[in-house]
């Protein structure tokens, strides 16, 4: 009955991943494009602007880990309990 269990871990690891995969897919490519401005010259403020992920990147790349990381477990559970 265990490996029944393992299965159902290794397939919500499969969907967090693909979810997470979608997520980082679909944030980058609804973004509006980045543009730089000017750099002949010194900015006008001091501000400046650094371009970097979106926290849905963030959230996508964290849950897209997390499932690679459930996936690894159980496929290495399941091959423990083979070699046994």
């Known amino acids: 009955m265990n490996w ?28 509006p494009s980045r543009e730089f401005g000017w750099f002949a010259y010194a900015p006008l403020a001091d501000a400046v602007f650094l371009p970097g992920p979106t926290a849905r990147e963030m959230f996508g790349i964290g849950l897209a880990s997390l499932g690679l990381i459930v996936i690894t477990g159980s496929l290495g559970y399941l091959r423990g309990r083979r070699t046994q």
């Open 4 to 31: 029944i269990r393992t299965h159902r871990w290794f397939t919500a690891g499969l969907g967090a991943a693909v979810v997470g995969l979608a997520l980082v897919i679909t944030a980058a490519a609804t973004q």
